[in-house]
């Protein structure tokens, strides 16, 4: 209960008014500047900036174990990595860039641009959000500890039980992933239901659901995803923790278990955890295929509605994992047409996303690059994805690279280039600086190469028969002509570092563009949603007045005027973003307070991985864990709603009268 | 915003439209976020007992011969029990009918009253563990023992829980420390009471009623 936000109390009375020892030890922080203003923040969009930040360290250093990977596997019988290394790279691997890259990267322009998006001033429990973005920090620094403590995880991110076992994986590093999982997996339900919440309940006046940006619909998807994937994983974990630390039996096939129980729930968690990863990215490139295509997005409800119908159909196709597994005929029968089935709401999204392009007046920006090259990755992706629905033919594919293939064009070519134009298109916004499009267009070329380079030959890997997860290949299988596999495995491996250089790129251009840039115009690509009708970076209460909205695309209409007659278009500008923002800025609101940072949510968040490291090594560590959490929600349910005036110090210049009507307090 | 400044005659009406980020007056759906965050948390639930009764249900035969559920259930407790967490969903909807008087007196009494009914349930459920215990039933005896104690120990906790946030509110209401809407708080606290023991009966009759 502690966790349920508070109703602000009266905001019109000012915070003064609050007797200071009525809180006394429960004062709030009022840093903002400095590490403390990012240490106690609740602003939901330096929550943001700080899930991107974490999530692209991550990418850093699961593309640092794919290289591993790669580089073990260039030629036969490799060296670099041990059989049990070998594991724990591919395992950390996944782990890292589905669990610790996309979906906080997902994370961090939800939290920034949904609430921008809806004009609302912040995310419906601030607080909560915090406490998210902390959870998900301490599961990743305690999965990744276990590098240092006797070895990671090495079942594969499936973590397929049995072969998860202790007997099978003595060392603690399942233990670790398995706890750190659960301890990211609250900040995805809580962040699930938060965003869920600020969606429905706090949009501007005016939005309608079908007014509502496509990017913050398929968030609002993907969250409901979320909400009803994590619990399912939930369960699967709590079930392997018994098991591996207290002997329980669930995965025994030896004590008459069933071999499939973890497959069902792992997969009935992991199909959704698919379309988690990709419909933010979805999102993404449907916000951005319009703006540089000066056209609004072709079939505006379909796009939402198929977004929609990935949502449902998403949880009827887990099996199509198991098909090797012998689920039996009706079972496989079933699972590989809704599989199929599937394919259509995706494709309506394909063909949405060209109508959009087709006719209009394209700009081959760096973020455009990089949603078209998401259409064409991903169709690749799509269709060969195809090839497994058709179950026997996935019976010859299943565990080979062929696979491997398959899920990285649609990841990578899916969900990472989307992440990628999102990154372009709204650095701007986020920043307040322009990402330099030469270098951008460099960054985009060399991923473009390389991921086809790295991902491409795999196929060809695949077929001739080179199974996943195995450390190393040898000559005798190696096979030739075409299907030589060491030539295109040599061609993936050099791929890979091409891919990685692209990467690179990134970075260089970020550290290149704030040195050499200066600020961003105010409305740098002629944007369509309502993010862009505030300053670049937004203010902390977001919008000088919260926006009322007559159309879908309503900053494109703000600046645009329909002069055309009998359902013909015809848009004239009638406006700039700047002249919009100084009317904005004209008619403020007055009276603006939101609440003020908090400590409880970081010390909350803290007492978790402590009792996780009392389940592996100490059971002390529990109470000690659980007594944190208990001051924490203690503190976190008696403190004030905003700081009182008397904690600001020092006073700003405007603050004067607020400092006098201090005193009297 | 305008119109809720100008018909509206509640003061609330004045903070209406987002003075800060919570909203918590007005809303898209009228709903406020609190509630609306409650259920949409209790649809989450649903899936978490999901994944429990589904493990349950597949071992629930899988077990040593003679400490299957026919040998250790005492299905005239285990009914006692659950007819007092029956009776505390009445007791809840006395609290929330009683905030909603406002009349703090009988609301702190009736989620007392639930609290206890609730622990009553819990130590209920402790003494069956007990006894199953002795008679040799442990947690890893069979697939069976683990499934019914992960199924049925994940639903004393959520009781537990709920206790905890029941005794909570009632220290709240005696210090007036609730905020906002008083009524709303119990209700809240009730919606998640009432889903616990929803799940009750359903584990009750899959578990201990249907034979094996």
């Not at chain 1, 508070?6 to 905001?11: N, V």
């Not at chain 1, 594919?397 to 899920?407: G, L, R």
């Not at chain 2, 006692?80 to 505390?88: D, E, G, H, R």
């Not at chain 2, 905020?179 to 998640?192: I, M, Q, R, S, T």
Request: charged fraction near 10%; include cysteine.
């Amino acid at each position: 209960m502690a966790l349920i936000e508070r109703p602000a109390p009266d905001t019109l009375t000012p915070a003064v008014a609050t007797p200071e020892s009525t809180y006394g030890a429960f004062r709030r922080p009022v840093h903002s500047t400095g590490w403390k203003s990012w240490l106690f923040t609740i602003d939901h969009k330096k929550l943001g900036i700080m899930y991107g930040v974490s999530a692209l360290f991550f990418f850093l250093v699961g593309g640092l174990e794919a290289l591993l990977i790669r580089a073990q596997l260039a030629g036969p019988e490799g060296t670099i990595l041990s059989a049990d290394k070998y594991n724990q790279m591919f395992t950390m691997h996944a782990t890292t860039m589905v669990f610790l890259f996309v979906m906080p990267m997902a994370a961090a322009f939800a939290n920034y641009f949904v609430p921008l998006q809806i004009g609302a001033r912040d995310v419906a429990f601030p607080r909560i959000n915090a406490f998210g973005f902390w959870c998900f920090i301490f599961g990743a620094i305690f999965i990744n500890t276990s590098w240092l403590l006797g070895g990671a995880a090495d079942g594969g991110w499936f973590m397929y039980a049995p072969n998860s076992s202790v007997p099978f994986s003595p060392t603690n590093g399942i233990d670790f992933w398995g706890l750190g999982l659960q301890i990211t997996g609250i900040a995805s339900l809580t962040g699930a239901i938060n965003l869920i919440v600020t969606v429905i309940n706090m949009r501007a006046p005016g939005m309608s659901l079908m007014k509502m940006p496509i990017f913050t619909w398929m968030i609002l998807v993907t969250q409901f995803l979320l909400l009803f994937a994590i619990p399912v994983i939930t369960v699967a974990l709590f079930l392997l923790m018994f098991q591996r630390s207290f002997d329980a039996t669930f995965f025994s096939v030896e004590a008459g278990a069933d071999p499939l129980l973890w497959q069902h729930l792992f997969w009935i968690f992991g199909h959704p955890e698919v379309y988690i990863l990709i419909l933010p990215s979805f999102g993404i490139v449907s916000e951005v295929l319009p703006v540089f295509s000066k056209k609004p997005l072709f079939g505006y409800p379909l796009v939402v509605f198929s977004g929609a119908a990935i949502g449902f159909v998403g949880w009827g196709v887990w099996a199509h994992h198991m098909f090797a597994s012998g689920l039996g005929p009706i079972s496989v029968a079933v699972f590989s047409v809704s599989t199929m089935a599937i394919a259509i709401p995706t494709g309506v999204k394909i063909v949405n996303w060209t109508m959009t392009l087709w006719g209009g007046k394209l700009r081959f920006t760096t973020a455009m690059l990089f949603a078209i090259g998401l259409i064409v990755q991903f169709t690749v992706g799509g269709l060969s994805g195809v090839t497994h629905a058709v179950a026997p033919s996935d019976t010859q594919q299943t565990d080979t690279y062929y696979i491997v293939a398959h899920f990285h064009y649609v990841l990578f070519g899916g969900a990472i280039l989307g992440i990628f134009a999102g990154l372009y298109y709204w650095w701007p916004k986020m920043f307040g600086k322009l990402l330099d499009e030469k270098w951008g267009k460099w960054n985009f070329w060399m991923m473009i190469v390389g991921m086809n380079l790295t991902f491409g030959p795999m196929h060809i890997i695949g077929l001739q028969g080179q199974p996943r997860r195995m450390y190393v290949w040898t000559e005798a299988r190696a096979g030739s002509g075409f299907f030589d596999l060491g030539f295109w495995n040599l061609i993936s491996s050099i791929g890979s570092f091409v891919l990685g250089i692209g990467v690179l790129l990134f970075f260089v251009n970020v550290f290149l563009s704030h040195r050499r840039h200066g600020p961003a115009p105010l409305d740098p690509w002629d944007a369509r949603a309502l993010e862009w009708l505030t300053t670049n970076p937004p203010k902390e209460h977001n919008f000088d007045r919260v926006p009322t909205v007559g159309h879908l695309d309503d900053f494109f209409h703000r600046k645009y005027e329909d002069r055309g007659e009998d359902g013909h278009h015809d848009f004239h500008q009638v406006a700039t973003a700047e002249e919009l923002m100084a009317v904005e800025e004209a008619n403020a609101d007055p009276d603006i307070h939101l609440p003020s940072p908090s400590y409880w949510p970081i010390v909350l968040a803290f007492g978790l991985p402590v009792m996780a490291y009392g389940v592996i090594y100490n059971f002390l560590l529990i109470p000690a864990g659980a007594v944190i959490v208990l001051l924490a929600m203690f503190g976190w349910s008696l403190e004030p709603h905003t700081a009182t005036e008397a904690d600001y110090d020092p006073p700003t210049p405007e603050g004067g009268a607020e400092l006098e009507v201090a005193d009297h307090g | 915003m305008a119109d809720a400044a100008v018909t509206d005659t509640a003061p609330e009406a004045h903070d209406a439209h987002g003075h800060d980020g919570h909203g918590a007056h007005v809303t898209s759906t009228g709903l406020s976020n609190n509630k609306l965050a409650m259920w949409i948390f209790l649809g989450s639930e649903c899936l978490l007992f999901g994944g429990l009764i589904s493990t349950y249900m597949l071992y629930r035969g899988r077990h040593s011969e003679n400490l299957g559920p026919d040998q250790v259930w005492d299905i005239p407790f285990t009914s006692a029990s659950s007819f007092v967490l029956l009776m505390s969903s009445l007791t809840m909807v006395l609290a929330v009918t009683a905030a909603q008087r406002k009349d703090d007196r009988n609301t702190r009494l009736w989620l007392t009253v639930t609290a206890l009914l609730g622990s009553l349930f819990v130590a209920g459920q402790v003494y069956e563990f007990t006894t199953f215990y002795r008679e040799g039933l442990g947690f890893t005896t069979s697939l069976f023992s683990s499934s019914f104690y992960t199924l049925t120990g994940f639903h004393g906790v959520h009781v537990s829980v709920g206790v905890i946030m029941l005794l909570a509110t009632v220290g709240m209401i005696l210090k007036n420390r609730i905020p906002g809407d008083k009524a709303e708080v119990v209700e809240l606290v009730g919606l998640y009471w009432h889903f616990v023991d929803i799940v009750w009966i359903l584990i009750f009759t899959l578990v201990y009623l249907i034979p094996a």
